[in-house]
């Protein structure tokens, strides 16, 4: 079946640092999409992606969708505190189902 | 605009023992969803309602587990009897649709299982 898996489990950065997370298919997606979970909260949607090489932008957040739609990444620019959390992508290929990565917990220091 | 309701908030039970919990979705969502979010790892969908049918229930292990959603309203999730390895946060989704070009899911707070 459909794998999703995301790099790096963990990251530690300074404030002012940026961050990315990885984020790889072992199949082919319709699409792919992001979503920001505080501890001890639940998963809030943030973007989705359809098209292949796709960009977009929130802010200080940058996502991106592989030209073989099988990739995605997520850009955080000079992080915050305000930052922290997991950050999860979920791939849809054929059908319905959500498959969502792991995670990647970012973590800011002041 | 309200959320997406689910109750309890926490419950603690011992093995072999049988616990339900509850979803209301937002008002006017066709699509329903059921995730387990065990410690660490990111949600695993359990079973996807649209309206009152199921749409994707591969993951949910039918032995012991069960849902539904009646009136393509609210649902119920129920697990009888619970083992150890149950445990973890049960979280309720849901979204307008379950195709289009945005099929936001909402997620509600989710209810964390212990079983001892």
């Known amino acids: 079946g459909q794998q999703v898996m995301q790099i790096p489990q963990y990251q530690h950065v300074q404030e002012g640092e940026d961050f990315t997370t990885y984020c790889n298919s072992s199949?082919?997606?319709?699409?792919i999409q992001w979503y920001k979970q505080r501890p001890g909260g639940h998963p809030v949607f943030l973007i989705q992606l359809v098209k292949s090489g796709e960009v977009k932008k929130q802010k200080r957040l940058t996502f991106q969708f592989g030209e073989a739609k099988k990739n995605s990444s997520l850009h955080i620019t000079a992080t915050q505190t305000t930052d922290v959390g997991t950050y999860f992508c979920a791939g849809r290929s054929s059908g319905y189902a959500l498959n969502f990565g792991k995670g990647t917990s970012l973590l800011v220091t002041p | 605009e309200a959320g997406v309701a689910q109750s309890p908030r926490y419950k603690i039970i011992e093995k072999r023992q049988s616990v339900a919990f509850w979803c209301n979705p937002i008002?006017?969502?066709?699509?329903l969803y059921w995730y387990q979010q065990i410690l660490g790892q990111g949600p695993k969908l359990l079973i996807q309602?649209?309206?009152?049918?199921?749409?994707?229930d591969s993951q949910l292990p039918k032995d012991r587990f069960s849902a539904e959603r009646l009136k393509g309203v609210d649902s119920t999730l129920k697990i009888q009897p619970a083992k150890l390895e149950d445990s973890a946060v049960y979280l309720c989704a849901s979204s307008l649709m379950a195709s289009g070009s945005t099929d936001t899911q909402y997620f509600g707070p989710g209810t964390r299982l212990t079983v001892l």
């Open positions: 309602f649209q309206n009152n049918g199921v749409v994707d």
């Open positions: 008002s006017g969502h066709a699509t």
């Open positions: 199949t082919t997606l319709s699409n």
